[in-house]
């Protein structure tokens, strides 16, 4: 499967982003998806990830509330709706997917596909 994260652009504190993570092939709905940021100077961060199958989500607790994730298989995309943004969240987020049903899947060596990121810029 092939990803592409878009959406990233600039923004003022407070406002919201959504980022399509769109996918390519005919198998989405059978990976979980996840959305992860890079802040220069950082490590790569887990922020959210939705199950296939049943759509279950999980967040990590810097995002949670203010952060969305969803997926419409029907149009082989996944969506991160950012609501009430920081200058801290100012980062290349990129999206990842791994094959199957995983819950919690917050570590990166567990995706085995990556897209290019999309550079978000809150401004304060």
């Known amino acids: 499967v092939q990803l592409q994260a878009s959406g990233g652009g600039l923004v003022q504190a407070g406002g919201s982003l959504r980022l399509p993570c769109a996918a390519s092939g005919r198998t989405f709905s059978r990976y979980t998806v996840g959305w992860f940021r890079q802040s220069p100077g950082k490590e790569r961060a887990f922020l959210a990830s939705?199950?296939?199958?049943?759509?279950?989500?999980y967040y990590e607790d810097s995002v949670k509330g203010r952060f969305t994730i969803s997926r419409d298989n029907a149009k082989n995309t996944v969506y991160l709706q950012m609501n009430s943004l920081k200058p801290e969240d100012t980062a290349n987020y990129s999206c990842?997917?791994?094959?199957?049903?995983?819950?919690?899947?917050?570590?990166?060596?567990?995706?085995?596909?990556w897209g290019q990121g999309t550079l978000v810029t809150v401004s304060s």
């Open positions: 990842a997917a791994v094959y199957g049903r995983w819950t919690t899947p917050r570590r990166q060596e567990q995706y085995d596909y």
């Open positions: 939705v199950a296939m199958s049943d759509g279950v989500t």
